[in-house]
C-alpha cells in the first residue's frame, strides 16, 4: 500500500493550510489514517488520527485548530490546520493501517510533507 502526501509549504503565524494524503494499492480495509510529525530533533508523534468508523483523536496541541478527515471512496486523508503557531514546524507524515486483498495487514507511511510556520 502506497501513501502520496501533498500540501504543506510556508506560511505565517495564524495562518491555515491543508494537508492531503491518497492511498492506493492492495487495499481491502482500512482501519485507520492518521498524520504524524516530526520536528528537527524531537521524535515523530500523532497529530490527528481517524478510524475506519470515523472516530477522531487528536494531539492535546492541536485540539480546537486542526481537523482531520478522510473520504473513504477515494482512501484519502485529509488535515485542515488552523491557527498555525512556529511549533507547528515539522515533516508530516501521513499514516494508513488496514488489511490487504490478501488478507495481510499492513502500516503504510507516507513521504512526508513540509510544513513551515514562520514570519
Known amino acids: 500500500v502506497q501513501l502520496q502526501a501533498s500540501g504543506g509549504g510556508l506560511v505565517q503565524p495564524g495562518g491555515s493550510l491543508g494537508l492531503s494524503c491518497a492511498a492506493s494499492g492492495s487495499i481491502f480495509s482500512i482501519n485507520a489514517m492518521g498524520w504524524y510529525r516530526q520536528a528537527p530533533g524531537k521524535q515523530r508523534e500523532l497529530v490527528a488520527r481517524?478510524?475506519?468508523?470515523?472516530?477522531?483523536n487528536y494531539a492535546d496541541s492541536v485540539k480546537g485548530r486542526f481537523t482531520i478527515s478522510r473520504d473513504s471512496a477515494k482512501n484519502m486523508v485529509y488535515l485542515k490546520m488552523n491557527s498555525l503557531k512556529p511549533e507547528d514546524t515539522a515533516v508530516y507524515y501521513c499514516n494508513t493501517r488496514g488489511l490487504t486483498w490478501s488478507r495481510v495487514q499492513y502500516d503504510s507511511w507516507g513521504q512526508g510533507t513540509l510544513v513551515t510556520v514562520s514570519s
Open positions: 481517524i478510524t475506519g468508523g470515523g472516530s477522531t
